[in-house]
């Protein structure tokens, strides 16, 4: 069976409804699936910074949320906290892929995607 793998991030709840959506379907196809939040990987620290973090910069403080939003939802990263947060991953997610070694990787937030990018693919 070929495996393939989703990888997400608890950064709101649309990254994780598409990647649990892929994942439903996939199985139903007959493929060995396994979704990843890279923020629930072995990192605790990050995940409780991020998640929180969200929760009270949407619900408390929308207009700042929003400029964040849109510094980190870029290709090109130049906040330092985005580079730390890929410097911690990184090491991580190479060892997830290597451990399943899927056929296929989905990617359902832009976190994850730069995270390959750094990777080579």
């Known amino acids: 069976m070929k495996k393939i793998l989703i990888f997400t991030a608890s950064t ?11 994942e439903h379907e996939l ?7 396994t979704r990843i939040d890279i923020l629930k ?3 605790k620290v990050m995940q409780l910074l991020i998640e929180d973090g969200y929760e009270i910069l949407a619900s408390k403080f929308p ?3 929003g400029e964040l939003y849109k ?13 730390f947060f890929i410097k911690a991953e990184y090491q991580n997610t190479k060892e997830i892929i290597k451990k399943y070694n899927p056929v296929l990787r989905i990617l359902s937030t832009l976190l994850t995607w730069i ?4 990777q080579g693919g």
Do not use: C
């Open 27 to 33: 199985k139903t196809s007959g493929y060995d699936v």
């Open 71 to 83: 510094q980190t939802n870029r290709e090109e990263v130049s906040d330092p906290f985005m580079k």
């Open 41 to 43: 990987e072995e990192n």
């Open 63 to 65: 207009k700042i949320y």
């Open 12 to 22: 709101g709840g649309g990254h994780n409804q598409v990647a649990l959506t892929l």
């Open 115 to 118: 995270l390959f990018k750094k």
